[in-house]
């Protein structure tokens, strides 16, 4: 079983920057890939950024350039730093494990970008 607690999230003017953390706890080896997911009200959870174990890191387009996700394995902790914001970055964010072929989802953090 694997909890992930986030924070970090918040409300930040157009152009600001916030940095997300998720921290993974529980009885588990290793993690094979931690990443970040985000809710707009009103459409679908989407990828945000995602890296593996390994390093190999995917973001979406619209956060390229914009956002870089870190991960601390030593500490199973992931990072996303989240810079020129945009209000069309406003949604719940979510921070996602996989193990062993499971996802697992932290309990999501508010980000609020007004313009």
């Known amino acids: 079983q694997v909890q992930l607690v986030e924070s970090g999230g918040g409300l930040v003017q157009a152009g600001g920057s916030l940095r997300l953390s998720c921290a993974a706890s529980g009885s588990f080896f290793s993690i094979n890939a931690m990443g970040w997911y985000r809710q707009a009200p009103g459409k679908e959870r989407e990828l945000v950024a995602r890296?593996?174990?390994?390093?190999?890191?995917n973001y979406a387009d619209s956060v390229k350039g914009r956002f870089t996700i870190s991960r601390d394995n030593a500490k199973n902790t992931v990072y996303l730093q989240m810079n020129s914001l945009k209000p069309e970055d406003t949604g719940v964010y979510y921070c996602n494990a996989l193990l062993v072929g499971t996802n697992y989802w932290g309990q999501g953090t508010q980000v609020t970008v007004s313009s």
């Open positions: 890296m593996s174990s390994g390093g190999d890191t």
